[in-house]
Protein backbone atom coordinates (compact mmCIF):
# COMPACT_ATOMS: atom_id res chain seq x y z
CA UNK A 1 0.00 0.00 0.00
CA UNK A 2 0.70 3.70 -0.29
CA UNK A 3 3.20 5.21 2.66
CA UNK A 4 3.78 8.40 4.03
CA UNK A 5 6.07 9.29 6.63
CA UNK A 6 6.72 12.28 8.60
CA UNK A 7 9.94 13.40 10.25
CA UNK A 8 10.63 14.24 13.12
CA UNK A 9 8.34 11.36 15.19
CA UNK A 10 8.09 14.10 17.75
CA UNK A 11 10.00 17.17 18.83
CA UNK A 12 10.72 19.23 21.60
CA UNK A 13 11.69 23.53 21.22
CA UNK A 14 11.64 26.82 23.19
CA UNK A 15 8.45 28.66 23.34
CA UNK A 16 9.41 31.39 20.54
CA UNK A 17 10.86 29.09 17.98
CA UNK A 18 9.90 28.11 14.65
CA UNK A 19 9.59 23.79 14.16
CA UNK A 20 9.31 22.23 10.60
CA UNK A 21 7.71 19.00 10.45
CA UNK A 22 8.03 16.79 7.06
CA UNK A 23 5.81 15.08 5.23
CA UNK A 24 6.32 12.56 2.55
CA UNK A 25 4.22 9.78 -0.65
CA UNK A 26 7.54 7.69 -0.41
CA UNK A 27 5.73 5.86 -3.32
CA UNK A 28 2.96 7.58 -5.16
CA UNK A 29 2.67 10.98 -5.99
CA UNK A 30 0.73 13.64 -4.17
CA UNK A 31 -0.79 16.77 -5.30
CA UNK A 32 -2.65 17.62 -2.68
CA UNK A 33 -1.89 16.81 1.45
CA UNK A 34 -3.85 17.28 3.86
CA UNK A 35 -2.38 18.78 7.40
CA UNK A 36 -4.37 17.71 10.87
CA UNK A 37 -3.70 18.46 14.25
CA UNK A 38 -4.97 16.20 17.56
CA UNK A 39 -5.04 17.15 20.49
CA UNK A 40 -4.71 14.49 23.37
CA UNK A 41 -7.79 11.93 23.28
CA UNK A 42 -9.41 14.26 20.91
CA UNK A 43 -10.54 13.67 17.38
CA UNK A 44 -8.58 15.08 14.05
CA UNK A 45 -8.98 18.49 12.99
CA UNK A 46 -7.70 19.73 9.77
CA UNK A 47 -6.20 22.61 9.53
CA UNK A 48 -5.32 23.18 5.71
CA UNK A 49 -4.93 21.36 2.24
CA UNK A 50 -1.52 22.05 0.87
CA UNK A 51 -1.59 22.23 -2.69
CA UNK A 52 1.97 21.22 -4.71
CA UNK A 53 3.13 24.48 -6.58
CA UNK A 54 -0.05 26.59 -5.11
CA UNK A 55 -1.12 28.61 -1.95
CA UNK A 56 -2.07 26.19 0.70
CA UNK A 57 -5.97 26.49 1.76
CA UNK A 58 -6.29 27.10 5.54
CA UNK A 59 -9.42 25.92 7.56
CA UNK A 60 -11.09 28.74 9.30
CA UNK A 61 -9.88 29.34 12.78
CA UNK A 62 -5.93 28.53 11.36
CA UNK A 63 -3.37 30.92 11.61
CA UNK A 64 -1.93 30.93 7.95
CA UNK A 65 1.07 33.33 9.15
CA UNK A 66 1.64 30.93 11.90
CA UNK A 67 1.53 27.77 10.57
CA UNK A 68 3.47 27.96 7.42
CA UNK A 69 2.52 24.72 4.73
CA UNK A 70 5.26 24.34 1.39
CA UNK A 71 4.22 21.53 -1.28
CA UNK A 72 7.26 22.12 -3.13
CA UNK A 73 7.20 18.50 -5.09
CA UNK A 74 4.87 16.26 -5.62
CA UNK A 75 6.25 14.17 -2.72
CA UNK A 76 6.97 16.75 0.08
CA UNK A 77 4.85 18.94 1.73
CA UNK A 78 5.98 20.90 4.70
CA UNK A 79 4.01 22.52 8.02
CA UNK A 80 6.25 25.60 9.67
CA UNK A 81 5.09 25.83 13.23
CA UNK A 82 6.29 29.87 13.44
CA UNK A 83 7.39 31.06 16.95
CA UNK A 84 6.09 28.18 18.66
CA UNK A 85 4.04 28.61 22.22
CA UNK A 86 2.99 25.44 24.63
CA UNK A 87 -0.47 26.12 23.41
CA UNK A 88 0.39 24.64 20.06
CA UNK A 89 1.70 21.23 21.72
CA UNK A 90 -0.02 18.56 20.13
CA UNK A 91 0.13 15.45 17.63
CA UNK A 92 0.33 16.59 13.94
CA UNK A 93 -0.54 13.93 11.19
CA UNK A 94 -0.75 14.46 7.51
CA UNK A 95 -2.30 12.55 5.17
CA UNK A 96 -2.38 12.70 1.08
CA UNK A 97 -4.37 10.86 -1.89
CA UNK A 98 -2.82 9.57 -4.49
CA UNK A 99 -2.64 11.77 -7.87
CA UNK A 100 -4.90 11.31 -10.70
CA UNK A 101 -6.33 8.76 -8.20
CA UNK A 102 -9.29 9.03 -6.27
CA UNK A 103 -9.74 11.17 -3.29
CA UNK A 104 -12.15 8.48 -1.38
CA UNK A 105 -8.92 7.37 0.36
CA UNK A 106 -6.13 9.18 2.32
CA UNK A 107 -2.79 7.47 3.10
CA UNK A 108 -1.33 8.71 6.60
CA UNK A 109 1.54 9.72 8.17
CA UNK A 110 2.32 8.38 11.77
CA UNK A 111 2.34 11.47 12.99
CA UNK A 112 4.35 14.51 14.72
CA UNK A 113 4.36 14.96 18.64
CA UNK A 114 5.35 18.82 19.24
CA UNK A 115 5.63 19.59 22.71
CA UNK A 116 6.30 23.50 23.62
CA UNK A 117 8.02 24.25 26.78
CA UNK B 1 -23.94 21.01 8.12
CA UNK B 2 -22.20 17.69 7.38
CA UNK B 3 -21.37 15.80 11.37
CA UNK B 4 -19.91 12.56 12.34
CA UNK B 5 -21.14 11.67 15.65
CA UNK B 6 -19.36 8.51 17.24
CA UNK B 7 -22.03 8.30 20.69
CA UNK B 8 -19.98 6.15 22.17
CA UNK B 9 -16.30 7.94 23.86
CA UNK B 10 -15.39 4.80 25.59
CA UNK B 11 -16.16 0.88 25.40
CA UNK B 12 -14.94 -1.68 27.77
CA UNK B 13 -15.56 -5.05 26.66
CA UNK B 14 -14.22 -8.69 27.67
CA UNK B 15 -11.91 -10.56 25.71
CA UNK B 16 -13.73 -13.12 23.02
CA UNK B 17 -16.47 -11.22 23.35
CA UNK B 18 -18.67 -9.04 20.73
CA UNK B 19 -18.17 -5.75 19.60
CA UNK B 20 -20.31 -2.93 18.22
CA UNK B 21 -18.68 1.04 18.17
CA UNK B 22 -21.57 2.87 16.55
CA UNK B 23 -21.31 6.14 13.99
CA UNK B 24 -23.95 7.90 13.07
CA UNK B 25 -23.31 11.12 9.98
CA UNK B 26 -25.39 13.80 8.62
CA UNK B 27 -25.36 14.81 4.97
CA UNK B 28 -27.36 16.11 2.18
CA UNK B 29 -24.86 14.59 -0.44
CA UNK B 30 -23.59 11.17 -1.32
CA UNK B 31 -21.03 9.98 1.45
CA UNK B 32 -18.29 7.49 1.48
CA UNK B 33 -17.56 6.19 5.09
CA UNK B 34 -14.60 4.81 6.36
CA UNK B 35 -12.88 3.28 10.08
CA UNK B 36 -9.74 3.84 10.96
CA UNK B 37 -7.88 2.76 14.37
CA UNK B 38 -5.46 4.57 16.14
CA UNK B 39 -2.93 2.73 18.41
CA UNK B 40 -1.18 4.98 21.14
CA UNK B 41 1.19 7.40 19.42
CA UNK B 42 0.39 6.02 15.97
CA UNK B 43 -1.18 7.49 12.89
CA UNK B 44 -4.36 6.10 11.26
CA UNK B 45 -4.54 2.65 10.07
CA UNK B 46 -7.97 2.15 7.86
CA UNK B 47 -10.02 -0.52 9.03
CA UNK B 48 -12.36 -0.39 5.94
CA UNK B 49 -13.64 1.52 3.82
CA UNK B 50 -17.15 1.82 1.76
CA UNK B 51 -17.25 3.56 -1.39
CA UNK B 52 -20.54 1.70 -3.21
CA UNK B 53 -22.29 -1.70 -3.82
CA UNK B 54 -22.37 -3.88 -0.98
CA UNK B 55 -23.57 -2.35 2.04
CA UNK B 56 -21.57 -4.85 4.41
CA UNK B 57 -18.18 -4.32 4.08
CA UNK B 58 -15.37 -6.39 5.68
CA UNK B 59 -12.07 -5.12 6.77
CA UNK B 60 -9.09 -5.86 8.29
CA UNK B 61 -8.26 -7.88 11.57
CA UNK B 62 -11.85 -9.22 11.77
CA UNK B 63 -13.79 -6.22 11.45
CA UNK B 64 -16.78 -5.57 9.49
CA UNK B 65 -19.30 -2.50 9.44
CA UNK B 66 -22.65 -2.10 7.50
CA UNK B 67 -24.06 0.80 5.51
CA UNK B 68 -27.60 2.06 6.81
CA UNK B 69 -28.42 4.35 4.09
CA UNK B 70 -31.84 5.34 5.60
CA UNK B 71 -30.66 5.33 9.79
CA UNK B 72 -27.35 7.26 8.28
CA UNK B 73 -25.16 5.19 9.99
CA UNK B 74 -21.88 2.46 9.47
CA UNK B 75 -21.28 0.63 12.69
CA UNK B 76 -18.21 -1.18 12.82
CA UNK B 77 -18.81 -4.79 14.57
CA UNK B 78 -16.41 -7.49 15.71
CA UNK B 79 -17.35 -11.13 16.82
CA UNK B 80 -14.97 -11.52 19.20
CA UNK B 81 -12.43 -9.02 20.10
CA UNK B 82 -8.45 -9.60 21.54
CA UNK B 83 -6.89 -7.24 23.98
CA UNK B 84 -4.61 -6.38 20.81
CA UNK B 85 -7.44 -4.75 19.62
CA UNK B 86 -7.31 -2.12 22.46
CA UNK B 87 -7.04 1.46 20.43
CA UNK B 88 -9.11 4.31 19.57
CA UNK B 89 -10.84 3.94 16.82
CA UNK B 90 -12.39 6.82 14.46
CA UNK B 91 -15.40 6.99 11.87
CA UNK B 92 -15.07 9.40 9.04
CA UNK B 93 -16.58 10.56 6.06
CA UNK B 94 -15.84 11.89 3.05
CA UNK B 95 -18.25 13.34 0.04
CA UNK B 96 -18.81 12.73 -3.22
CA UNK B 97 -18.82 15.71 -4.34
CA UNK B 98 -16.70 19.02 -3.38
CA UNK B 99 -13.30 18.93 -1.75
CA UNK B 100 -13.29 15.64 -0.65
CA UNK B 101 -12.06 16.77 2.71
CA UNK B 102 -12.30 14.02 5.44
CA UNK B 103 -14.55 14.35 8.58
CA UNK B 104 -13.85 12.46 11.85
CA UNK B 105 -15.68 11.63 14.51
CA UNK B 106 -14.64 12.28 18.10
CA UNK B 107 -13.24 8.57 18.63
CA UNK B 108 -14.24 5.78 20.43
CA UNK B 109 -11.43 3.93 22.82
CA UNK B 110 -11.73 0.28 22.91
CA UNK B 111 -10.84 -0.84 26.03
CA UNK B 112 -10.49 -4.62 25.49
CA UNK B 113 -10.46 -6.59 29.26
CA UNK B 114 -8.89 -9.81 29.68
Known amino acids: GAVVSQHPSWVICKSGTSVKIECRSL??????MFWYRQFPKQSLMLMAT?????????EQGVEKDKFLINHASLTLSTLTVTSAHPEDSSFYIC?????????????FGPGTRLTVL | AQSVTQLDSQVPVFEEAPVELRCNYS??????LFWYVQYPNQGLQLLLK??????LVKGINGFEAEFNKSQTSFHLRKPSVHISDTAEYFC????????????FGTGTRLKVLA
Open chain 1, 95 to 107: SAPIAGGSYNEQF
Open chain 1, 27 to 32: DFQATT
Open chain 1, 50 to 58: SNEGSKATY
Open chain 2, 27 to 32: SSVSVY
Open chain 2, 50 to 55: YLSGST
Open chain 2, 92 to 103: AVTFASGTYKYI
